[in-house]
């Protein structure tokens, strides 16, 4: 939740939400991007997806900031196969390291069903390297997460998507300061085909 507050209006910024009219923020926790992205785009409604518990702070946030007109909040599971929508863009924020490839690969299939033709899955994560040592945080997470969950790299995390059908993903870096471990906690943007004529 701390690094979501943290992070949460550099990525609202970073990405261009102005041809979306709606966006899923799956697996939202307290809302932290939920709200920035609407404060960010004023045309914007946002379906947010977790848990009972995390729902219940969720909305706490959402009435703090005055948004329960745009943004919804519903129960779900992230093993769910139905995310509802179909959405423009779905946002995936610190969720997958907590699943093993095979649950990641479903989670981006049910993300591939629920987006609009041309809509996008952007995942946010501490991206590991390609040896899978750095950054630190991201080796300790793995190493705590190893009977379940994995620190994925961005090579790893390309082909799950690629393989979900997605396509043209790419990096994208949402803060500059060497300084910040957002530095490695990028973002990676795939779009669903948009429809053959």
Same mark, same amino acid.
């Given at each position: 939740?701390?690094?979501?507050?943290? /992070?949460?209006?550099?990525? +609202? !910024?970073?990405?261009?939400? /102005?041809? *979306?009219?709606?966006?899923? $923020? #799956?697996?939202?926790?307290?809302?932290?991007? &939920?709200? +920035?992205?609407? !404060?960010?785009?004023?045309?914007?409604?946002?379906?947010? %997806? $977790?848990?009972?518990?995390?729902?219940?702070?969720? %909305?706490?946030?959402?009435?703090? +900031?005055?948004?329960?007109? !745009?943004?919804?909040?519903?129960?779900?599971?992230?093993?769910? &196969?139905?995310?509802?929508?179909?959405?423009?863009?779905?946002?995936?924020?610190?969720?997958?390291?907590?699943?093993?490839?095979? &649950? =990641?690969?479903?989670? #981006?299939?049910? *993300?591939? %069903? +629920?987006? =609009?033709?041309?809509?996008?899955?952007? =995942?946010?994560?501490? #991206?590991?390297? @390609?040896?899978?040592?750095?950054?630190?945080?991201?080796?300790?997470? /793995?190493? #705590?997460?190893?009977?379940?969950?994995?620190?994925?790299?961005?090579?790893?995390?390309? @082909?799950?998507? *690629?393989?979900?059908?997605?396509?043209?993903?790419?990096?994208? !870096?949402?803060? @500059?300061?060497?300084?910040?471990?957002?530095? =490695?906690? /990028?973002?990676?943007?795939? @779009?669903?085909?948009?429809?053959?004529?």
């Amino acid at each position: 939740a701390h690094i979501g507050a943290l /992070s949460a209006p550099d990525i +609202a !910024r970073a990405i261009d939400l /102005s041809t *979306a009219n709606t966006l899923c $923020d #799956f697996a939202g926790g307290p809302a932290s991007y &939920a709200i +920035a992205f609407a !404060r960010a785009n004023p045309n914007l409604q946002i379906i947010l %997806r $977790d848990i009972p518990a995390s729902l219940k702070v969720a %909305r706490e946030n959402v009435q703090k +900031a005055n948004l329960t007109e !745009r943004i919804k909040l519903v129960e779900t599971s992230a093993t769910d &196969a139905d995310w509802g929508g179909p959405y423009d863009v779905i946002f995936l924020s610190h969720t997958i390291h907590l699943f093993d490839k095979e &649950a =990641v690969l479903a989670m #981006f299939h049910a *993300a591939h %069903r +629920a987006l =609009v033709p041309g809509g996008r899955l952007i =995942v946010r994560e501490l #991206f590991m390297d @390609e040896e899978k040592t750095h950054p630190q945080l991201g080796a300790l997470l /793995s190493f #705590f997460m190893w009977n379940k969950g994995e620190a994925y790299s961005v090579q790893e995390t390309t @082909e799950m998507m *690629a393989k979900a059908q997605f396509m043209s993903i790419a990096q994208t !870096r949402f803060c @500059e300061e060497q300084t910040s471990p957002e530095v =490695v906690g /990028s973002l990676l943007i795939g @779009e669903k085909s948009p429809p053959t004529d």
